[in-house]
């Protein structure tokens, strides 16, 4: 890791934050933005500035960054301050948004899905940097190791990994194996996590009795061709916690819906939008973990190098009212419809 406080990259991370927020659009930002807030917690004591790096603008990113804000802002109350950024699914962008941060000089930093990790990783080795939605941090980081364990140095957080064997058990429950035998694995080639995911739980589906079909898409601009590819070799389809899938459901649901082919999901946010049913942890809860574990940074309590990834333990069987009406397809008693 190496540090990046040098005039001549803050002075194009800055004028590159200029230029992307006159491009983007809707409710999410590509800039880093102050946020006040109005919370319970006490309103004396020191006053903490946090910068909150967010890759994509999705339900489960954005649900995992509000639960982390809350949770500080329930804390701190007025004492503290978030400078947010959205690299609107861009991995580029959260290298400027991190130099925005550090040319700030800011007391934490939440590092919000892979990108945003690796991003602060490299920038910096002296702010604290928690990740969270992040599905191992060996993989992410390139360690020896893909244990989540104490990883020592500036960095800890939460994982959003849920367990792999109970998903592909719910996807049996749902799609037999005698009546679904050909699963497609549906994921971005670009993203390491997704690729861990797809290899661990193909063994645990080939287990089982399933023929497994890898489909790996570079980018959005690939996504609809392989989903199609997907849809005309496979039963059912299976889609990790995938950002660049999360944040393209709609392209996805186009091609799956109307060929007919059921998808399973890692999480809430890409069942919501083109599946049928998944096995999920609560983001919003994940992110809160997150803003416990910067709180306790914060104070002194605890230091980062000595901390654990932690996890969301409750998990919650959930399905797609719409999809599932529109396939065809009766989920058991015990499952959660999707708000």
């Not at 590159?16 to 800039?31: D, E, F, I």
Request: aromatic share 6%; charged share 15%.
């Amino acid at each position: 890791m190496k540090s990046v406080k040098k005039c001549a990259a803050a002075a194009l991370s800055a004028a590159l934050l200029v230029s992307l927020a006159a491009c983007s659009g809707g409710g999410s930002s590509s800039t880093p933005s102050d946020s006040g807030n109005t919370g319970s917690g006490s309103s004396s004591g020191e006053s903490y500035v946090v910068g909150i790096c967010q890759l994509a603008p999705h339900d489960a990113l954005d649900a995992a960054t509000q639960g982390f804000k809350d949770a500080l802002t329930e804390q701190f109350g007025e004492n503290v301050r978030f400078t947010e950024g959205n690299a609107g699914g861009d991995s580029n962008n959260c290298i400027t948004i991190v130099d925005g941060f550090l040319s700030e000089g800011v007391d934490l930093i939440l590092a919000n899905a892979t990108a945003s990790l690796t991003a602060a990783a490299s920038a910096t080795d002296t702010i604290p940097i928690l990740g969270t939605a992040i599905t191992n941090y060996g993989i992410a980081l390139n360690l020896d190791s893909t244990e989540d364990e104490v990883l020592g140095g500036n960095i800890s957080g939460t994982s959003d990994l849920a367990p792999l064997d109970q998903q592909a058990d719910l996807l049996q429950e749902l799609f037999p194996e005698t009546e679904y035998p050909n699963v497609g694995l549906l994921y971005c080639s670009a993203e390491p996590n997704s690729i861990f995911q797809v290899e661990t739980i193909q063994g645990y589906l080939e287990e089982k009795g399933y023929t497994c079909t890898a489909y790996a898409f570079t980018d959005v601009n690939d996504l609809s061709s392989v989903t199609q590819s997907a849809c005309d070799s496979s039963d059912v389809i299976y889609i990790p916690t995938d950002n660049t899938a999360a944040n393209n459901t709609e392209t996805i649901a186009n091609v799956v819906i109307p060929a007919g082919v059921p998808v399973v999901a890692g999480e809430s946010g890409i069942c919501s939008g083109c599946g049928v049913a998944t096995l999920s942890i609560d983001y919003y809860e994940l992110g809160q973990i997150t803003g416990e574990m910067a709180a306790r940074i914060l104070t002194g309590e605890e230091n980062v190098s000595d901390m654990a990834i932690e996890y969301d333990t409750s998990l919650t069987k959930l399905y797609n009212p719409a999809n599932c009406e529109a396939l065809g397809i009766t989920v058991p008693d015990d499952y959660q419809a999707l708000e």
